[in-house]
C-alpha cells in the first residue's frame, strides 16, 4: 500500500493461527478498504507466521517479537507501527461485520470532542445464548466509569467495552498507551484514563458491529482469578472512578474473583473497602452477598433463568439481513462460548491472552 490508510487495525495474537486468520480476513473485507492491517506476533509463534504469509493482501503488516510480552504490550507496538490517523482493535479471537470501520468512521466525524474514542455494541456469541452487549448506551451527562460499572440488576450490569469494538486516534493511544502487565480489565483500564483527559470522550454507535466469541474449549484470561493484582489495580485508579463505581466495581469484578478463596477476612477486607472509599448501593450489597453465598454455577442457572436465555446454542440467522456474517468458502463457522463469571462489566482483556 502507498498511500496513507484511513484506519490501522492491529492485531496481537499468539499460538492461534486459525483464530487469527478469521480474525485478519473480517479485517480485509471491511467496506472501507482504506486500511492497514497490523498483526503483533507475540512471541516465537512459527505457525502463525506461516499462516499469515499465505494471506495475499499488501494492506497485511505482520510485526514478530522477539519476547513474549503479552496483549497490552503488543497493542502498544501495533500502535507506534500504525501510519493511519485512526487505529482500530481487533483480538485474534473475535471478528468485525463489513460495516464496522465505516460506521464508527462516520461517528468519528459528527462527534463533538476532539478526540472521540468510538466504541460499538457487540454481538456475544456463547452455548447458552448469542445477545447484545451493551444492553444500553451512556445518558447524556452520566460518568462513563458509572456507565461502565454500576449494576441495575442483580446478576448483569448494563454499560460495557471490549477491546474489539474500540477505534480511537492513533495519537491518543500514543499519548495513553494500554498498561503492561494487567490481566484483566484492560479495556475498562484504558477507557477511563483516555477519557479523563478533557479533550476526550467516549462514542457509542447503536449498532452491534463485533462478534465476540467466547469459547470453553481454550483457557481465557477473564476465566481466572488474579483478585489481589487486580485488588491493587482497582486503587491505584480510585481518582478515576465516582464513589459509587469504585463500590460497584469492589463489590462486584472483584469480589467474584475473591470469593474462591472462601475466605471471611478477605470478605471483610473488600466490604470495608467499598464502605470506606464508595457508596455501596443496595444492589451492589445483594450482588455481594449472592457473590460469597451462591455457588457460581447455581448463580448462572439462576442468572440465566431471570434473563430468559436459551440452555443450547443455537446457531444465530445468517445472510445478508440477519447482521451476523455466515461462513467464508474453506473456513467453518466458529462454535459459540461461554461468558466469563461473573457476567461481565467490561471486557474480559485479551480475549484469553496475558
Same mark, same amino acid.
Given at each position: 500500500m502507498t498511500r496513507t490508510p484511513d484506519v490501522s487495525v492491529v492485531i496481537p495474537t499468539c499460538d492461534r493461527p486459525d483464530l487469527v486468520l478469521r480474525a485478519v480476513r473480517s479485517a480485509l473485507a471491511q467496506t472501507v478498504d482504506t486500511i492497514e492491517v497490523i498483526v503483533v506476533v507475540d512471541g516465537a509463534d512459527e505457525a502463525t507466521l506461516k499462516a499469515l504469509a499465505a494471506v495475499p493482501d499488501d494492506r497485511l503488516r505482520v510485526?514478530?517479537?522477539?519476547?513474549?510480552?503479552?496483549?497490552?504490550?503488543?497493542r502498544n507496538v501495533g500502535v507506534r507501527e500504525a501510519r493511519a490517523e485512526w487505529t482500530a482493535?481487533?483480538?485474534?479471537?473475535?471478528?468485525?461485520l463489513p460495516e464496522k470501520l465505516a460506521?464508527?468512521?462516520?461517528?468519528?466525524?459528527?462527534?463533538?470532542?476532539?478526540l472521540p474514542v468510538v466504541a460499538s455494541r457487540l454481538l456475544n456469541r456463547t452455548p447458552r445464548a448469542e445477545f447484545v452487549l451493551p444492553r444500553r448506551l451512556p445518558e447524556p451527562g452520566e460518568p462513563i466509569s458509572e456507565y461502565l460499572t454500576v449494576r441495575r440488576g442483580l446478576f448483569h450490569g448494563d454499560g460495557f467495552i471490549q477491546t474489539s469494538t474500540i477505534m480511537a486516534?492513533?495519537?491518543?493511544?500514543?499519548?495513553? !498507551?494500554?498498561?503492561?502487565g494487567?490481566?484483566?480489565?484492560?479495556?475498562?483500564?484504558?477507557?477511563?484514563? %483516555?477519557?479523563?483527559? +478533557?479533550? =476526550?470522550?467516549?462514542?457509542m454507535t447503536e449498532e452491534a458491529l463485533v462478534v465476540w466469541h467466547q469459547d470453553e474449549d481454550r483457557p481465557r484470561i477473564s476465566l481466572q482469578s488474579p483478585w489481589a493484582a487486580q485488588f491493587e489495580w482497582l486503587q491505584e485508579i480510585r481518582p478515576l472512578l465516582t464513589p459509587r463505581a469504585y463500590a460497584a466495581l469492589a463489590m462486584s469484578v472483584i469480589s467474584s474473583m475473591a470469593a474462591t478463596t472462601r475466605s471471611f477476612r478477605v470478605f471483610r477486607l473488600l466490604l470495608a473497602e467499598?464502605?470506606?472509599?464508595?457508596?455501596?448501593?443496595?444492589?451492589?450489597?445483594?450482588?455481594?452477598?449472592?457473590?460469597?453465598?451462591?455457588?457460581?454455577?447455581?448463580?448462572?442457572?439462576?442468572r440465566d433463568r431471570v434473563l430468559n436465555r436459551r440452555r443450547t446454542a443455537q !446457531?444465530?440467522?445468517?445472510?445478508?439481513?440477519?447482521?451476523?456474517?455466515?461462513?467464508?468458502?474453506?473456513? %467453518?463457522?466458529?462454535? +459459540?462460548? =461461554?461468558?466469563?463469571?461473573?457476567?461481565?462489566?467490561?471486557?474480559s482483556g485479551g480475549g484469553g491472552r496475558q
Open positions: 510485526v514478530p517479537l522477539a519476547e513474549r510480552g503479552g496483549a497490552p504490550n503488543a482493535f481487533l483480538d485474534d479471537d473475535d471478528e468485525w460506521v464508527q468512521l462516520a461517528a468519528a466525524r459528527s462527534a463533538e470532542a476532539p486516534p492513533t495519537e491518543l493511544l500514543r499519548r495513553v !498507551p494500554f498498561t503492561v494487567l490481566r484483566r480489565q484492560q479495556e475498562l483500564d484504558w477507557t477511563l484514563r %483516555a477519557v479523563s483527559h +478533557p479533550d =476526550v470522550d467516549l462514542v467499598a464502605r470506606r472509599h464508595g457508596r455501596p448501593s443496595l444492589i451492589d450489597y445483594v450482588t455481594y452477598l449472592q457473590i460469597w453465598l451462591i455457588p457460581p454455577d447455581l448463580r448462572h442457572q439462576l !446457531p444465530a440467522p445468517q445472510g445478508p439481513d440477519s447482521g451476523v456474517p455466515g461462513p467464508r468458502a474453506g473456513h %467453518a463457522e466458529p462454535t +459459540p462460548s =461461554v461468558v466469563g463469571e461473573p457476567e461481565p462489566v467490561a471486557g
